[in-house]
């Protein structure tokens, strides 16, 4: 880092980076994964723990050891048994571009003839490009992070959240959005009740809304993710029929075995095809019955989705 450089950096401004770049076979990682240290010592992300990343953590402390490639053998050579090969990149982050770590933001990288990766351009989390505008112009149409055919550049696309709507603000729908907060969901809440719907019982991020009828919302954009746990088992049922045909990627019902049975019924009475997005009850079983243990259970099934690509989270 130049002299200048260094003293233009405020405290709070990243200073350089770690990148995940490449990762083969077994690993606590992927690519993409980044930490970076800001000019206090602040910590932001993670290239995945352990004793790799306190190896990574040292080199970025060190001063004037990037731009620069580390090589990871998960042995136990590396205190780590994990089996699998990692490539970490080591890179100086100019004063300038540092609104660019926070979150929502994309990022390119070029690499120069020595394969070491340079921070050139990116899109700040409200829209701002900065940087080489040839070089942001490459980020349209890429969702995943990784190099581009030639090799010239690296991609770190922003992540887009999966929209969430949740139906019910009581018990299991506030210990839901306290547990899916930070893990890439963009959660909207709908119920009728005032003395519920309140803004205190729920994380800042989570948007709130008075209303929990069909009606109320069909004109808004549908959603990915539909999650249904209201007062009472009438709205649940209109709430079911309503989404039942949307194109979602999970459609999910709170029910009893009794409950889902006669829903089932009711369903089938009235016509309707079961759709393989509809999980009902919603949640891996066997997890208990406490509003926290049903919570933990239905966003567990949503991350066993996503890890499998049933529903989909891009970067």
């Avoid at 933001?105 to 921070?119: C, N, P, S, T």
């Avoid at 993710?225 to 209201?230: A, D, F, K, P, S």
């Amino acid at each position: 880092m130049s002299v200048l450089s260094a003293l233009a950096q405020k405290p709070s401004q990243v200073t350089c980076e770690a990148l995940v770049v490449d990762v083969k076979g077994s690993a606590p990682t992927a690519i993409g994964r980044s930490l970076a240290l800001r000019g206090d010592d602040a910590l932001l992300g993670t290239v995945g723990g352990g004793q790799m990343e306190y190896s990574v953590l040292n080199h970025l402390r060190g001063k004037n050891n990037w731009p620069a490639r580390l090589e990871f053998v998960l042995g136990t050579k590396e205190d780590q048994c994990c089996g699998g090969r990692v490539a970490i990149a080591l890179i100086d982050v100019p004063p300038f571009f540092s609104g660019l770590y926070d979150a929502g933001a994309a990022r390119v990288y070029q690499v120069d003839e020595r394969g070491f990766l340079h921070l050139i351009a990116g899109i700040t989390q409200h829209g701002q490009r900065l940087g080489d505008s040839v070089a942001w112009n490459l980020l349209e149409n890429i969702y995943h992070p990784g190099f581009s055919e030639d090799g010239a550049y690296f991609f770190l696309p922003s992540v887009q959240q999966q929209s969430v709507w949740v139906f019910g603000a009581g018990h299991v729908g506030r210990a839901f959005t306290k547990l899916a907060v930070g893990l890439d969901f963009q959660i909207t809440v709908f119920d009728d009740r005032s003395d519920w719907a309140v803004p205190e019982a729920f994380p800042e991020e989570i948007t709130l809304k008075k209303n929990c009828t069909p009606e109320s919302f069909r004109e808004q954009p549908r959603s990915d993710i539909v999650l249904i746990m209201t007062y009472s088992h009438a709205q649940d049922y209109a709430l079911l029929e309503h989404f039942l045909n949307q194109p979602l990627t999970y459609l999910g019902v709170i029910a009893s075995q009794s409950k889902c049975a006669r829903f089932q019924h009711q369903l089938i009475r009235s016509g309707h095809q079961i759709p393989e997005c509809l999980h009902m009850p919603m949640g891996l079983p066997g997890m208990g019955k406490k509003p926290s243990e049903i919570a933990v259970s239905i966003l567990a099934e949503l991350l066993q989705l996503r890890q499998k690509g049933a529903i989909s989270c891009q970067f």
